[in-house]
C-alpha cells in the first residue's frame, strides 16, 4: 500500500502534534496537582495519556504501511498557569489546532483518492468532536456554578469523575 508524500509528512506532524498535547497535558496535571486540584490532575494525566495512544495509532499506521514514523522531540510545554479555567480554555484551543490539523488531512485523502487513510482519520475526526464537547462544557461550568472556591471545588470533582482514557480501536 502506497500514501504520498504530502500524506506522508501529514501525519508525521499529526504524531508531533499529539506528542506535544501529550506533553502540554501532563504539565498541566503536573501542576493541578502542585496547586492541590486532585480532580484537575487526575482529569490531565488521563488525557495526557490518551493523546499518547493517538499518537501511536498513527505511527502504528504509517510502520504498517512501511512507512518510518517520525518519532518527534516535544517541545517545552507551557508550565505556569493561572487558574483551572484557562487551563481548559488553552486546552480546548490545543484541540481546535488538532481538529484543523486533522481535517486538513481529510481533505489531502479526499483530493489524493486515499482510501485506506480517509478510513483511518474517521475515527479521529469522531474523537475530536467528543474532545471538543468535552472541553466545552467543562468550560461551560464555570457559568453555571460559578467562580468562587466551593464553586472551583466542584468543578474540580466534575473533572475528577470526567477523568477516563478512552483508547482507540
Ligand atoms: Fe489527540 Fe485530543 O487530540
Known sequence: MKISKTMQSALNNQIT??????????????WCEITGYEGGASFFYAQSD??????????RYLNGLGVPAVIPATKLPASNFKS???????????????????HKMVEIAQKEKDHSTYAFLEWFVNEQVQEETKFETLIQKFELIGRDKLAINEIDKILAASATVSTPA
Not at 490518551?50 to 505511527?59: C, G, S, Y
Not at 488553552?90 to 486533522?102: G, P
Open 17 to 30: 502534534l499529539e506528542a506535544n498535547a501529550s506533553n502540554s497535558y501532563l504539565a498541566m496535571a503536573s
Open 50 to 59: 490518551e493523546e499518547r495512544t493517538h499518537m501511536l495509532k498513527i505511527v
Open 84 to 102: 483551572l479555567e484557562s487551563i481548559l480554555k488553552t486546552a480546548l484551543n490545543s484541540e481546535q489546532i488538532v481538529t484543523a490539523a486533522i
